[in-house]
């Protein structure tokens, strides 16, 4: 069946500096989400990949899904304290809408 | 607007016992979804709604797993006899109605604890 995994699994980061984090998928995809989970929170939707080579920002977020559309990354500059929390990468299963879900990447922030 | 909401936000019960779990979606929102997250993973598939009926069950473990939505709104995850091994975090989560370009919102979770 489809998998889908991040790397690394966790990530320690001084605060200031940049990052990232990668999400790999067994399959192509048909698009690609990213949702970032707050320690003791539940899962909050980020962004969404639709097309090969897309590249979108948030602010200090750069997201970016593969040319082959089964490989992403987000990548983080200047890591604050409020960017503490998984990462997870979702992806749909191949019909459907029911997304499998990497294993995320912990992300803990160093003053 | 209100969220997706669920109660209860944690319960704790004996190996063997039956619970249930509910969701209510965000209002407008045809399409529902359960997932059970255990601890340091992300969260596993367990069903989709697609209205009032089960669109795909093919993440529930076993049969012991049931879910209903009769009115096509709120849900109900069902566990019979329940094991301790069903212990996890289960999250609920909805969206518009249809195809895959839609961002799933997610409850707060239930923290199931069998003991």
């Known amino acids: 069946g489809q998998q889908v995994m991040q790397i690394p699994q966790y990530q320690h980061v001084q605060e200031g500096e940049d990052f990232t984090t990668y999400c790999n998928s067994s399959?192509?995809?048909?698009?690609i989400q990213w949702y970032k989970q707050r320690p003791g929170g539940h899962p909050v939707f980020l962004i969404q990949l639709v097309k090969s080579g897309e590249v979108k920002k948030q602010k200090r977020l750069t997201f970016q899904f593969g040319e082959a559309k089964k490989n992403s990354s987000l990548h983080i500059t200047a890591t604050q304290t409020t960017d503490v929390g998984t990462y997870f990468c979702?992806?749909?299963?191949?019909?459907?809408?029911?997304?499998?879900f990497g294993g995320g990447t912990r992300v803990l922030v160093k003053p | 607007g209100a969220g997706v909401s669920q109660t209860p936000s944690n319960k704790v019960t004996e190996k063997g016992k039956y619970v249930e779990l509910r969701c209510d979606p965000i209002?407008?929102?045809?399409?529902l979804y359960w997932y059970r997250q255990s601890l340091g993973q992300g969260p596993e598939f367990l069903i989709y709604f697609q209205g009032t009926g089960a669109a795909d069950d093919s993440g529930l473990p076993n049969d012991r797993f049931f879910a209903v939505r009769p009115e096509g709104s709120v849900s109900t995850l069902k566990i019979q006899r329940t094991e301790r091994g069903d212990s996890a975090v289960y999250l609920c989560?909805?969206?518009?109605?249809?195809?895959?370009?839609?961002?799933?919102?997610f409850g707060p979770g239930t923290r199931l604890t069998v003991t």
């Open positions: 989560a909805s969206s518009f109605p249809e195809g895959q370009l839609y961002e799933q919102y």
């Open positions: 209002s407008g929102h045809t399409a």
């Open positions: 979702a992806g749909p299963k191949a019909a459907g809408n029911k997304l499998t």
């Open positions: 399959t192509t995809l048909s698009n």
